[in-house]
Every structure is written in C-alpha cells, then in structure tokens.
C-alpha cells in the first residue's frame, strides 16, 4: 500500500522525534479542533443526539484536557530514565528510552467518535510516532468534521483518515504496522488480534463487556441511584463503562428503586423522548436489537420508544435472571436490568463466574466489603461508591482485562503504550574489569558468584 510505504519513509526520516515536532503537531490539532468546535457539536449531535453539554462533557473537554496534560508533561516522558546498574556491570550507567514505535493504526468506535479517535491519536503523535486512522462509518457527520481537521493540519505523510467501512478495515489489518490501538466490541478485537500476530504487531484492545453496579444495604442509597443513572443513560447507555446491571441487596431493593426512577425522571423529564437532551441509538440495527433485549413482562419503568427518531427512553426491569437476553450481552443502551440477591456473597459469586468486566462499581460504606470485591475479583477498574469517572483521571490507567481488552492507556501510560522502551546501557571505556573473560579461572569464578 503506497501510503503506508510514504508514512514508514516519512518516519524513519526522524522528523517526528524531536520534542518541537511533538508539541507543534499537538497544538496544530487542538487548535484546529476549537476552530471547528461548533462543526463537531453540531455532527455529534447529527450522529447521536448529543447535546451541547454533554458533547463538550464527555468528548471535547476530555480531549483539550488529554493534549495540555501531552504539553504539560512531554519533555518529561521523553527524557531518558536513569536507573541503577548492579555490581557486576561496574563501571556503567543505565537508562530507559521510549522510543516511538513508528507507524500505529488507530481503529475507533462510533459511540465516543470524536474522543475515542483523537485522544488516541494525540497520544500517539506525542510518542513520536506516524498515525493511520480508521474511524467508524457508523457515524459519519463525526468522521467528516475529523477527516476535514486532520487533513487540514496534517501531511498524510504523519497522519491519514482512512473512511470506509469493514472492507477497508480488513484491507488496513493485510498490511504490517509496528503497533495497533483498537476501541471496540469483543467479537472484532478477536479478529484484529488475529490479524496483527501475522506480523507480530503489538496491539492495545480497549474493548467492553457486562460492567456491574452492586448496591450494598451499607450504602447511601440516593446517591447510588443517582449517580447509576447517570452513568447508565450517559449517551443514552452507549458507553463501554456504564453500569451493565445491577446486583442489589433485596433489604434495599425496593428504596432502591424508588430513589432511581425519582432520579432519572429529574434529570430526563416525564417524557424522555421530547427532550432534546436526551440522544439516540446510532442506528436501526442497533435499536431493533435493543427492543429485542426488552421482557416487557419484567419491565417495572419506561420503555417507550420512537423508532422514527432512533429513540428509546430509560428502562428498568426487574426480577432479572442470568437467563434472560438482557444478561447475553453487553446492552449498550438505555436499559437497566436488577438483579436481587440475598446477601454480597451471591452478587460475589454471580460477578466472579462471569468473564472480567470492564469496569466494576460497588457502592457501600463497609471497608470490609470494599476489600473484599477489590481484591477478590478480576476487572479492568473500578469505582467506589460512583460510577464512570475514573475514565477522567490522567494519574490512572484505564483498560480491560480478558475478554474486556488488553493493554493499558490514559496519561503517562498513554506514553508507555505508544512507545518501545529501549534499555540502554552506556558502559565505560576507562576501567575495563577482566573478571568476564576466558579463561574462568577459580578466582575468577569466585568473584563473580561474589558480585551476582
């Protein structure tokens, strides 16, 4: 493929590696994107409904906060890392160097389609390296105010968009990369995977899954309810870390449930579907298969739906059971299901023979329980007592674990994964140590298992 040839040849030129092309490149893009801030507010709202709010929220004010945290911190992450050296390499001195790994393929979803393709990319372009990028066609007034951005700051050469749909991503995946960054839905992870061990590519797979929400009787129940349905009906539930469902405590479940319909009718109104703030499903297929998800039978609120306008209003049900369609699959999308237990140890077990979720959000006041489900369960992050916001924390790592994903990034780490740490050792030329050399005599032998 000719651009990739012209991106390898433009990288191993070494204009990308120095700290002002790095800082040059960022600001050109944050200052493209707040000169077309408008344009992609208007495109989210085209593609999903969002808001002015909720678009800067979740997608625009996360992305400026990503590139003054890339200036802020650059010449720091570039700097080499002295580390010491054990006896046995006297006289020398170590370091680590991240290095670029030249040419990344960024491939985003459609649900953050703006954050979830220049964030990365950012992060990229601070690492040093070129960038081909293949954002969703499932949002495509999104992807046209990107492509129109990048190709207004960039050289193909740095960085390209390439459009299209599963045809174009599979003809991307043929060719080598040294590095692969994929946001999206388990199933396609796997195929990319399979794709990048062809050519032994390194990959980062920020993927999802069933992240659960579990209400302790210890627990400030409004609250919990409140900050739930929050994370929950956030872009109308098309988000890889809202609450999936909810393993309640049967002592609060019926507060519980009260407090979480009073919550979700003050931040949507009666009629969630005339509010303009409230958003769409991306698509026909995809709202079809979330009606299907729908046992009006156990549907206790909402679920009224326009399928004209793509919109479905907030759901819950309850009485759910691991056999319901509810529970096959991530949901993504404005339905809640409860699930009631006894006691934590049957929400303990029920989360732990399930494969690792993204995300896990326990809500109570008991250190005990907290230890216990931190410690003992297996998941990408998690929140205590709130939901969603450790996504914004640039000191934390966000990613998956199994079947939710691989790889780590957001601040420094967003650094380290777009980067090969090189060890470098830089020995010295003044005193040269024979001990090493043949022939091991004893003395010599004796010395080394001194010095290892």
Partial sequence: MVLIDKQREFFESGKTL??????????????????????????????????EAESFMSEIGLFYDDIAYNLKNLKKHMRPERCGSPLSIFPSKSQV??????????????????????????????????????????????????????????PKELVCFVNGGAEECKALLEEKFDYIFYTGNTNVGRYVMEKAAAHLTPVTLELGGKSPAIISRNCNLRLAARRVAFGKFLNVGQTCVAPDYVIIEKAVHDDFIKYLKDEIVKMYGEKPLSNENYGK???????????????????????????AALKISPVIMDGVTEDDAVMKEEIFGPLLPLISVENLDQAFNFIQKNPHPLALYLFTSNKNEEKRFLYGLQFGDACVNDVVIHVTNHNLPFGGIGDSGMGIYHGNYSFETFSHPKAIVKASTLIDIPIRYQPLTDFKRAVLRLFM
């Fill in 97 to 154: 160097l991240q290095s670029p790994y030249g040419l990344v393929l960024i491939i985003s979803p459609w649900n953050y389609p703006f954050l979830l393709t220049l964030e990365p990319l950012a992060d990229a372009l601070a690492a040093g390296n070129c960038c081909v990028v293949k954002p969703s066609e499932l949002s495509p007034a999104t992807t046209g105010i990107m492509t129109k951005i990048i190709e207004e700051t960039f």
């Fill in 281 to 307: 499903i991306i698509n026909k297929r995809h709202f079809d298969r979330l009606c299907g998800l729908i046992d009006k039978s156990k549907v206790i609120f909402g679920g009224e739906s326009d399928p």
């Fill in 18 to 51: 120095s700290y002002e092309a790095r800082r040059d490149s960022l600001k050109k893009l944050r200052d493209c994107v707040k000169k077309n801030e408008n344009e992609i507010i208007a495109a989210l709202k085209s593609d999903l409904g969002k808001s």
